[in-house]
Each structure stands twice: as structure tokens, then as C-alpha cells.
């Protein structure tokens, strides 16, 4: 069946080709709040930067001479066949960046075959996007540690049984640490409606359309736990820290499918990962919001790689840009990467047909840049010759410190 929608998405690939002009879109047309929510880091900024300039200095010599004929983008992760190494990330309120944005991610991924990892934080359900994008649907866990982590326990309950393929823990929020941006506009958890958004709002008016049509987002997974409370104050003095090893191990022994850790730095504890049965490896610095003085998870994710080996399936998220950077990504030794301001930011910048504009953008993107270094699979990667200036060493990381080890025989 022809799509209705395929010569604005020409028009769109012509008029938006880059990240850059997605973001001047998004900047005029979502209200202020929303825009330094997506872009806005921990501390000075500064790591969301450093991740793109991260792999922006990552160089791939391309070889020619090639016959490459078709570039095949389909990848294996998890045991399931995926049309390209590449998905969307999660991304908590998304509905508020771009009213709807849950269902339209779905909906964009289950069409082109990319991964999508559904936040806890999502505004529709995990049952509701198992049931748009059933091939395709992960699920990204906070923890909800009272009570012995009964809630989430019940959320990965759910998930296995809407049908979520891979369960991801996100290791990498221990505590909420400050982002000046959100304080600055009073954008802070829990979550209070101000005059100001209200008049930020008014300005934007395609978010408004956007929200007469979509509603008004809410906390969909955490709704039914929240009883008279409001949910989003449910959330603030619920959701959140981190997770232990030991929770993460009875997690591991609940959860029967395939499952990672999200927000992986040290490639000690990648090791720690492996070993408890972790599947998968995600190298992520939660594109910089959580620590500015992390490093660009693109300059530890060979070390991270070369300490999993094949036992785990390395993914790399925090900085993706491009289809160029997803083939950089794999030349570093991840096996897949997610994206997560990017789709937000096609959405506010283009509206509804965002999502399907960035998927296919990436995709476009990794099979020429495929094309062009004379691979006829992104899983070649590896086999280019690169630089990476700024990659950190497995050296550099020093030996696995006492307290690891000292803990891990207690347990
Ligand atoms: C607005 C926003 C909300 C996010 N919410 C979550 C979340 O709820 N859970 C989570 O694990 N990561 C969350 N992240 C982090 C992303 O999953 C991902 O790690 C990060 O965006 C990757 O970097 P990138 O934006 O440069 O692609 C969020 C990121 C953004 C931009």
C-alpha cells in the first residue's frame, strides 16, 4: 500500500538533513522548559557536548575498489533480527517534549524494524506500546527499591507479559544530581505547573495542537501504584537510585529473557555485569545528564568491549547524531546504539512524522556510510582502520579496586 505520508517525508529529508536543523526547529517550536529538559546536561553542560565531540573526532578510513553491491543494515541482538544496528532510547516524560511522542516512537520503530527501549517514565504503557510495536518493544527499569523492590518487581512482571523482548536496568541514577537548566526554568520533580510554562506554552503553539490531539501526558506505567497520591510527586519519592549488584542479581534470576544494564562506564563493571548473567552491556553516560565529569561514553567503549568480549552484547548510546556515528560506534566494537535526544528532537522539530524522519535518516545514513567504506554490513565495522583520539585505555582504568572483589566473595 502507498504511503500517505511519503512526500512530506521527502520534503522533510530535504529541508531537515541534519541534527543541527532539527534542533532550530525544535528550539522555535516546543515551549522553552521542554527544549532545556531534552538538551540540557548535569553541571555545566558540558558532557552532552563532549559526547558528540567524541565521535565526531572518531575518523574511519573508508576503502574503495569494493563491489559492495547491497549493503545489508540487519543485525542480530538478543537472538531477534533487528533492519539496523540502531534504536531509539528511553526517554522519561516524553510526552511532554512532544505531546504523544510515546506512541508515535512505537510506532516508528515497529514500522522500520528498529529496537525501541520504553522508558518506566514513558507516557503511554508498557502494555500499550507492546501492543504497537510487538517486534520491537525493550524495557528500560528504574528502580523502585521500598519495599524490598516489590514495584519493581511488578513492572518487569509486566513487561515479560505485554511481551518486551530484553529487560534493561539503568544503573546509572543514583542519586538526582543538578541540572541548572531545569532549575532555572523551575522544571524540577516533582513536577508543579507554573504561570511561566503556561505562557512558554502559548508561544509554541504546534506543541499546543500537539497536546489538544495527544492529551496531557502522565506517568502511565506508575499511575496504578500511585493511588490518591499525584503521581508525579509518586514518582519523585519513589523511582530512582540505584540499583545494588544484589538487586540486580535477584532481577537477573526473575527476568527470563534477555537483559542489560544501562549506563555502564567501567569496564569493571561491565565484568561484574557479565558475571552475574547480564546479557547486555549498555555504554551510555546518560548523555551527560547525570555527571559532567564523566567521560564521552563513545572514549571508554573500546575497553568496555575488549574486556566483554563475546560473552554480552555491547550497545553504546550518548551522542548518536547521525547514521555515520552509529558505523563509528561499531568500529569501536559496540554490536548495536541507541539514540535518545535525537528522535525527541525530530518530533519538536518536525511534529508527528519526527520519529519516522529520524529512523529512516539513520538507516539512509548507515548503509552509505556502509557503502562508502566499502562494507556490505555495519558488523565490519571493526575491520576499518580508525582513530580515536580520545579512547581511553583499559590501563587507564587501573586494576579493579579491592572493595569490588572484597564484596563480590561476601556475596
Ligand atoms: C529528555 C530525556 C529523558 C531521559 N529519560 C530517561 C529515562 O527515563 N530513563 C533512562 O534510563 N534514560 C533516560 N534518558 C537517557 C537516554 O536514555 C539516553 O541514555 C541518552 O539520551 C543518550 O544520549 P543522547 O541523547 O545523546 O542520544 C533520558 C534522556 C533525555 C534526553
Known sequence: MADPDSARL?????????????????????????????????????????????????QLVPRYGVEVGKVDTSVTLFGRRYAAPVGIGPVGMDGLMWPGATRLLAEA?????????????ATETIETVCALAPDVTWFQLYPMPAEDHRLSLDLAWRAWNAGAHVLAATLDVP?????????????????????????????????????????????????RYSGTE?????????????????????????WPRAMMVKGVLHP????????????????????????????????????????????ATVML???????????????????????????????????????????????????TACAQCGLTSPEDAPSLARRHPGAWTAQEFGPAPATDTQTEAAE
Not at 499525584?230 to 537477573?252: Q, T, Y
Not at 560506534?329 to 535525537?342: E, F, P
Request: net charge positive; proline share 5%; hydrophobic share 50%.
Open 268 to 311: 569493571a563493571d561491565a565484568e561484574r555485569a557479565v558475571r552475574l548473567g547480564i546479557d547486555g552491556i549498555l555504554v551510555s553516560n546518560h548523555g551527560g545528564r547525570q555527571f559532567d565529569a564523566a567521560p564521552a561514553a563513545a572514549d571508554v567503549l573500546p575497553a568496555i568491549a575488549a574486556a566483554v568480549g563475546d560473552r
Open 109 to 121: 520503530a515497529q514500522r522500520h524494524g528498529l529496537p525501541y527501549l520504553c522508558g518506566t517514565l
Open 10 to 58: 521527502a520534503r522533510l529529508r530535504r529541508s531537515h538533513p541534519t541534527l543541527a536543523d532539527l534542533e532550530r526547529s525544535a528550539r522555535r517550536r516546543i515551549p522553552r522548559f521542554a527544549y532545556d529538559f531534552i538538551q540540557g546536561g548535569a553541571g555545566d553542560d558540558s558532557g552532552a557536548a563532549r559526547n558528540r565531540r567524541a565521535l565526531a573526532d572518531v
Open 317 to 367: 548510546d550518548s551522542g548518536i547524531a547521525s547514521g555515520v556515528d552509529v558505523l563509528r560506534a561499531m568500529a569501536l566494537g559496540a554490536q548495536g546504539a541507541l539514540s535518545g535526544r535525537a528522535f525527541l528532537l525530530a518530533m519538536a522539530g518536525i511534529g508527528d512524522l519526527g520519529a519516522r524522519h529520524m529512523a529512516a535518516a539513520l538507516m539512509e545514513e548507515l548503509e
Open 175 to 223: 542519586v538526582r544530581t543538578k541540572r541548572p537548566r531545569d532549575l532555572r526554568n523551575g522544571f524540577t520533580m516533582p513536577f508543579r505547573l507554573r504561570p511561566r510554562f503556561a505562557a512558554q506554552a502559548a508561544m509554541a503553539w504546534p506543541w499546543m495542537m500537539a497536546l489538544a490531539k495527544a492529551g496531557v501526558p502522565t506517568f502511565a506505567n506508575i499511575e
Open 230 to 254: 499525584d503521581p508525579a510527586a509518586f514518582v519523585g519519592r519513589n523511582v530512582g537510585g540505584g540499583f545494588s549488584w544484589e538487586a540486580l542479581a535477584r532481577l537477573r534470576d526473575a
